[in-house]
């Protein structure tokens, strides 16, 4: 999986990337099919946020996890990105099923 980490007011360190590359990689290892992961690290006043967005099974997945730490918002982000792309698997495989038909029975008359 290719990461593109990109910083707003930061500036990315060997620490932050080995730390992106890490919690990201195990997403990796239980998603396999990502192909490329988009990470935006912004750095405010009073918090710092990790935006992460990719494309899983023909749709747009995004999390946004804020921290005053950002090795804390990273793992935060990467937790949640699991989360969304486990839904969204699940959202397709249901809908790859048959569902049940429900048919109504016509009343029976009683002639007494």
Not at 10 to 15: E, K, L, S
Not at 21 to 48: I, Y
Not at 62 to 68: G, M
Request: hydrophobic share 40%; aromatic share 4%; net charge negative.
């Amino acid at each position: 999986m290719q990461i593109q980490l990109s910083g707003h007011h930061v500036d990315i360190t060997d620490a932050i990337r080995e730390a992106v590359n890490t919690k990201f990689g195990k997403v990796n290892s239980h998603f396999p099919q990502l192909e490329s992961l988009s990470v935006t690290l912004t750095v405010e006043r009073a918090s710092q946020s990790v935006e992460a967005t990719t494309q899983y099974l023909g749709a747009a997945v995004a999390v946004q996890a804020a921290n005053h730490d950002m090795y804390a918002a990273i793992a935060q982000a990467a937790k949640k990105l699991e989360a969304a792309l486990a839904h969204r698997k699940g959202s397709v495989k249901s809908n790859r099923h048959e569902k049940p038909q429900l048919t109504e029975e016509e009343p029976v008359d009683q002639a007494s």
